[in-house]
């Protein structure tokens, strides 16, 4: 294909996508799992850059795609495209339909195509810049990565597990992830992967290959965008969070006689029945718990460069952290009590409860002093930790996607904090589970439920051993004068995760509102 055909093809896309063909693309987006604007009202979406993906073969390319909601704000997301004929009347690749070329041609999602993803990963391997309208799209290889990049690519996989990214796996020896929201500056899971890559020895997360950045006055900053990010693939069976669930199935099943009637006491009996099922799968968690302090430990083991250099924690950053905490309560108590009767009486809260919740919650925010009198260090940290982010690997876990919240700034998901964070989101994670998998099951028995209990208890209780062994108290730069101060730091954390949790089910998820809100009623309440 000539350099012409191909800018015509390129321009008959642009042109399909504007115009009328704008509706079609927004009902797209607004279809999409990894598109963050839902609910929001959008005012206009247009092509704001093309690169040409094809290289002489095929059709393809990567677009910048401009959202504009009311109000002013935009967003720029990353949308693969090709042309092809359209597979049926239930595609839900196909947009738009080229009107003005052959009949049947229209232009789709290009992310269940091989050939997209080789070419990423192509750019990368060779260094290879592609100019646009308005942008430049470079790939590059890191230093360790170079080997890897230097072998072709026979086949892709597209996972269909995802949300606010895309991701396929090349050869089951890589994995690229496609950042579906454009951010002008520098991308944390790029940033703390390449820092963990090149300056530490921690090896319990994916070593960073390469990146793929746009750079554009689109985005109206110095700094490049992250658009694709390269990761060396860890064999797996899953993630911690389906590994839990099964267990979790396989606890309450092995708990009761083959008519599913529960059969195992209480007391001594309940704790003896999950030490003899779980025993192993606790000191899994142990191990997990180990892990996640050693990789603190690898992002507060340098000096330089300046974006990992450890800082001491100050009693404005415990105020700033206080502020955050008490305006996403003071929301989320407004919305408490913005619910109807009966969506409040089907979560269990009572009329009067969410004021005595507030000021509870209020006081234990002030546990967080203990950081600023231990002049503990704030690091980088995970910003996002949970079931869902390890991998269960035959021998342990491996620690993945570190870019934080999706839908936070990137400056904040950069930010230094106590990784005490981290502890926190992981234990509610684990509070989460015991409550799905009853979700899961026909019929729920009192005891099952006190099974769930006594089984949340050991793993916690595991993690937080496995933690405290590796971050020890008063060695680590991170770490407070004693674990019983860290435990109620920890404890704000989880406390803070679940009001953050209380207002995504509010919106998400009102039969699951419940889960969040026992949870802040324990966490409250606990000494």
Known sequence: MGQAEQQAWIQQTLVALGGQGRRLLTEFLQRQRWFGGKGKPLTDVRIADAFDLSHGVGRRLLAMASVEYRGGAEEQYVMPLTIRPRMGQDDGRAIVELTDVSANEWVCDATGDSETWMSLYEMMAQGRELAGQLGCLSGRAVPQGREELAKPVREAKVLSAEQSNTSAILDRRAIVKLIRKLDAGIHPDSEVLEFLTTHTTCRDVPALLGIVTYDSDVTD?????????????????????????????????????????????????????????????????????????????????????????????????????????????????????????????????????????????????????????????????????????????????????????????????????????????????????????????????????????????????????????????????????????????IRVYELDKALYELRYEMRNRPDWLSIPLQGVRRLVQSV
């Open 221 to 489: 900053e110095t700094q490049p965008a992250t658009v694709a990010v390269l990761q060396r693939f860890v064999p797996n069976v899953g993630d911690g969070w389906s590994y839990t669930l099964a267990h979790l199935g396989k606890l309450l099943d092995e708990s009761g006689d083959e008519s599913g009637k529960v059969v195992i006491g209480r007391g001594d009996n309940l704790s003896n029945t999950v030490a003899a099922i779980s025993g192993p799968f606790l000191a899994q968690f142990r191990r997990l718990g180990e892990i996640t302090a050693g990789l603190h430990m690898a992002l507060a083991s340098r000096p330089e460069p300046e974006a990992f250099r450890p800082e001491p924690i100050t009693l404005r950053d415990v105020d700033q952290w206080k502020m955050g905490m008490t305006k996403q309560l003071t929301e989320v108590c407004h919305d408490l009590r913005a619910l109807q009767p009966e969506q409040q009486s089907a979560a269990g809260l009572m009329s009067d409860e969410v004021t005595e919740l507030e000021t509870a919650c209020r006081d234990r925010f002030d546990d967080l002093r203990f950081l600023a009198q231990a002049r503990a260090a704030k690091i980088r940290h995970h910003g996002d930790y949970h079931l869902g982010q390890v991998l269960k690997t035959t021998d342990g876990f491996v620690v993945i996607d570190f870019e934080g919240e999706p839908a936070r700034p990137l400056e904040e998901r950069r930010a230094k904090v106590c990784p005490l964070k981290d502890v926190g989101g992981m234990l509610r994670s684990f509070n989460y589970a015991t409550h799905a998998v009853l979700k899961q099951r026909p019929k729920v028995s009192s005891t099952d439920v006190e099974l769930m209990t006594e089984w949340e208890g050991g793993v916690r209780a595991s993690f937080l051993d496995g933690y405290c062994s590796v971050a020890r108290p008063g060695e680590a730069v991170f770490s407070l004068a004693t674990w019983e101060e860290a435990l109620q730091v």
